[in-house]
């Protein structure tokens, strides 16, 4: 299907993919505690430092957990919509747990300790101050933010303008 504007669609469509976006492995604590431990620039230089020779020794065990994370019982992913945001999982993706693009007007972000490194943070969906939806380990959050937030516009100005549409004849 041809869109003129990239993940805009007529509602008569249905529920169309805007973008997904793959947690990273700041997602769970053993990632985080990784990511505490490069972060360290105790050494010599830039390139002689305690977290890189952390980021050397722990290689195997960062791609065990990456691998662990594309397995079938341990992936998931987040699925924004031009109606929802969806946490979903399995190889043949099934929604968990959604929000509306109408349940939230603001988000925050909270890095936690250990994912500054990679970077990725938590995404807190507020709806005033509410807390309605939160997702975790989101790679590059201020940008996903960012689309939720035009997702969220554009299907509250959708809604507007076919509320003032006048009746068909």
């Known amino acids: 299907m041809k869109q003129p504007i990239a993940g805009l669609a007529p509602p008569e ?6 973008t997904t976006v793959w947690p990273t492995i700041a997602v769970t604590g ?3 505690f990784l ?25 195997p065990v960062a791609l065990g957990l990456f691998f662990l994370l594309l397995a079938p019982g341990f992936n998931r992913r987040y699925r924004l919509t031009n109606r929802r945001l969806m ?5 043949k ?3 968990e747990s959604w929000v509306s ?5 603001a988000i925050d972000i909270q890095v936690l300790p250990g994912q500054a490194w990679y970077p990725a943070g938590e995404m807190i969906f507020r709806k005033g101050t ?8 989101v790679p590059r959050p201020d940008t996903f933010k960012q689309v939720c937030l035009k997702a969220q516009r554009a299907n509250a100005s959708v809604k507007k303008a076919l509320a003032h549409q006048p ?3």
């Open 13 to 18: 469509l249905g529920e169309v993919t805007i």
């Open 101 to 105: 693009l109408d349940d939230f007007d």
């Open 30 to 32: 053993l990632g985080r």
């Open 130 to 137: 509410l807390e309605t939806f939160r997702i975790s380990g």
């Open 93 to 95: 993706p099934r929604a």
């Open 167 to 169: 009746a068909a004849v």
């Open 87 to 91: 946490i979903e999982k399995g190889i």
């Open 35 to 59: 990511g505490r431990r490069y972060q360290s620039r105790v050494g010599v230089g830039n390139i002689f430092t305690l977290g890189n020779l952390w980021a050397l020794v722990s290689i």
